[in-house]
């Protein structure tokens, strides 16, 4: 549905990259699943290198937080 309303995700994005003339339609679930963990891992790398620059901040309950937070956005 996102697609067709023209939201492209980065599952489909990687989806595409590796399979430019193949239509969305045939997306099978095994598909969905690996280009979906493809772009969770990405997610993680970006959000362990955004902790590595918050080092500098000393409050370190705002981090612990928003650790907690994105944590639980990576598992939804």
């Known amino acids: 549905d996102d697609v067709k309303n023209g939201i492209y995700t980065l ?7 590796e399979n430019p003339t193949c239509d ?22 970006i959000i362990d290198k955004a902790f590595l620059e918050l080092d500098f901040c000393s409050n370190t309950q705002a981090k612990d937080r928003l650790k907690s937070l994105c944590d639980e956005l990576l598992r939804i």
């Open 24 to 45: 969305i339609i045939n997306f099978s679930k095994k598909q969905a699943l690996k280009y979906c963990k493809a772009a969770l891992n990405k997610s993680r790398q």
């Open 11 to 17: 599952p489909y994005i990687y989806f595409k990259q």
